[in-house]
């Protein structure tokens, strides 16, 4: 999808599906690299939202809990695998915490987006909502069906087969807090929780610092302590 489809979608569909939601600048992810349709795994190397690309080493997933049916697990959303499904959040509630494994994420991508939302079907409203600090919700931030990007990617295997797989894009400035008021960029959150009753989790990816760059920030404070000492 061109840049300024994308732009125009964005435009378009922004329209709450619940009274009460608020919406935001949601958009859809334009493309990603991870593997050719029909011969998975799907592991993904890298998202495109306009013209903007993030590359695996720059994401990372978090501990999804809630509960799939048929006997899947919402942990599928754990990996960077794009066939992994856990199919129907039945609960209505899928939470992702421990990104990167840590207690908290903070925004170190400026103004692109932040978060990467991938499901099977493409055709699944549902609403978003930070998990601030001491386990409080934001206000929950609507998200149309019809906001969902191709992948380019289809479902293989029993479950889901052949649905196409779609995904999403936001940033931490989308999200509001508890009072409605648009999140600022040094927000510090716990985790993000989505609610949909229908959406099938494929992944959910956040953008966090790159490995080696953190291990330079811990050589670096290490010096700093020697040098002190």
Request: charged share 15%; glycine share 12%.
């Amino acid at each position: 999808m061109k840049a300024n489809a994308c732009l125009a979608l964005a435009v378009v569909v922004f329209v709450p599906f619940a009274a009460g939601m608020t919406t935001a600048a949601i958009e859809p992810v334009t493309s990603v690299k991870a593997g050719k349709n029909g011969s998975p795994p799907y592991i993904l190397q890298s998202v495109t939202v306009r013209d903007y690309t993030v590359t695996r080493e720059f994401l990372a997933t978090g501990i999804s809990t809630g509960s799939a049916l048929l006997g899947t697990s919402i942990r599928k959303a754990d990996d960077f695998d794009l066939n992994s499904v856990a199919t129907r959040n039945h609960s209505g509630i899928w939470r992702v915490t421990q990104i990167g494994g840590k207690a908290t994420w903070h925004d170190t991508n400026g103004d692109e987006p932040d978060f990467f939302i991938f499901e099977a079907g493409m055709n699944d409203a549902l609403s978003l909502q930070a998990i601030l600090p001491g386990g409080v919700l934001g206000k929950a931030v609507s998200v149309p069906e019809a906001t969902w990007g191709k992948t380019g990617l289809a479902r293989i295997g029993l479950l889901n087969i052949g649905q196409p797989i779609g995904g999403i894009a936001f940033a931490i400035t989308d999200l509001l807090d508890s009072s409605g008021m648009p999140l600022g960029s040094k927000t510090v959150i716990e985790g993000i929780q989505i609610n949909s009753g229908d959406v099938d989790p494929v992944s959910f990816l956040a953008v966090v610092p790159e490995p080696a760059t953190l291990a330079i920030l811990g050589l670096g404070i290490l010096v700093l302590r020697y040098r002190r000492s």
